[in-house]
């Protein structure tokens, strides 16, 4: 039993640190236009409903269960208000390596989190979200903002980050109960 609690917490930071680590990685390099930050936005945005899927499907958590119905609300709303605003622009989203990098890390993270039950599915969860919160702020912050041509994109950018951070504090706040 012990052997798995310590595989539980060692795959719960490796997913961690792939997303800590990667994300702020990402936000060295690209050179992104308006058209791939819409895409960034949308793919982080449906990464983190996808993930409260998992959660309401698979966890009888009260908190847990009502933190995943907040994350699919609150990234819903992001993802039509980043729908309306490129459909005003006339932008179509474009795919491109940070998009890609996201999906890939997100199959990963699902699959590990697929694997795991109960209470160590709790934990492994919200880990994840805290990390991810935190690695999806210092991409918004540290790359999609500042990359942002257009005022209306930077504005609504700007805009999530509030919530992003509320986000966090919720997910860090329901963590404190896995310790």
């Known amino acids: 039993m012990k052997k798995f609690k310590n595989f539980a917490a060692l795959t719960a930071l490796s997913m961690a640190f792939l997303l800590v680590f990667s994300l702020p990685a990402l936000a060295q390099n690209p050179k992104l236009t308006d058209p791939e930050i819409a895409s960034v936005a949308v793919t982080a945005n449906q990464i983190d409903i996808d993930y409260a899927a998992i959660a309401k499907e698979k966890s009888k958590n009260a908190e847990v269960l009502r933190f995943a119905e907040t994350m699919t609300n609150d990234h819903k709303a992001i993802i039509a208000q980043a729908v309306e605003l490129v459909t005003k622009l006339k932008v179509t989203p474009k795919d491109n390596a940070v998009s890609q990098k996201l999906n890939a890390d997100a199959a990963l993270t699902k699959k590990a989190l697929l694997k795991k039950s109960g209470k160590a599915f709790d934990k492994a969860y919200i880990d994840n979200e805290v990390a ?21 994109l930077k504005a609504l950018l700007q805009k999530v980050v509030p919530a992003l951070n509320a986000h966090l504090a919720h997910a860090e706040m329901v963590q404190k109960d896995f310790k």
């Open 132 to 152: 991810y919160h935190k690695a999806v702020i210092a991409a918004v912050t540290g790359l999609l903002i500042p990359e942002s041509q257009n005022a209306e």
